[in-house]
């Protein structure tokens, strides 16, 4: 059986991120997460990580689509010998 919930370390591997960065994500409640225990260790549940990672790809898919690569420079700098 899967596990539902993961700590912030395992959160960290996944994502290939430092584990700073997993907290930051979980303090500024871009990726939802609840404190369990005695001593508040953080638990993120496996389907919000999921739900995460697929907002990340649209938000990415939304960029790339408004910043194409090799667009138009709309300024480019003036040739060198003219």
């Known amino acids: 059986m899967a596990k539902r919930f993961i700590q912030l370390a395992d959160v960290a591997e996944i ?3 430092s584990s700073a960065q997993a907290y930051a994500l979980v303090r500024s409640g871009e990726l939802p997460a609840i404190k369990v225990g005695g001593r508040g260790q953080w638990r993120v549940e496996t389907s919000e990580l999921e739900d995460y990672i697929e907002r990340m790809y649209s ?7 408004a ?3 090799g667009s138009a ?3 480019p700098e003036p040739d060198a010998q003219s």
Do not use: C, N, Q, W
């Open 73 to 75: 420079d709309p300024d």
């Open 15 to 17: 994502l290939d991120i």
């Open 59 to 65: 938000e990415t898919k939304a960029f790339v689509a």
């Open 67 to 69: 910043h194409p690569f």
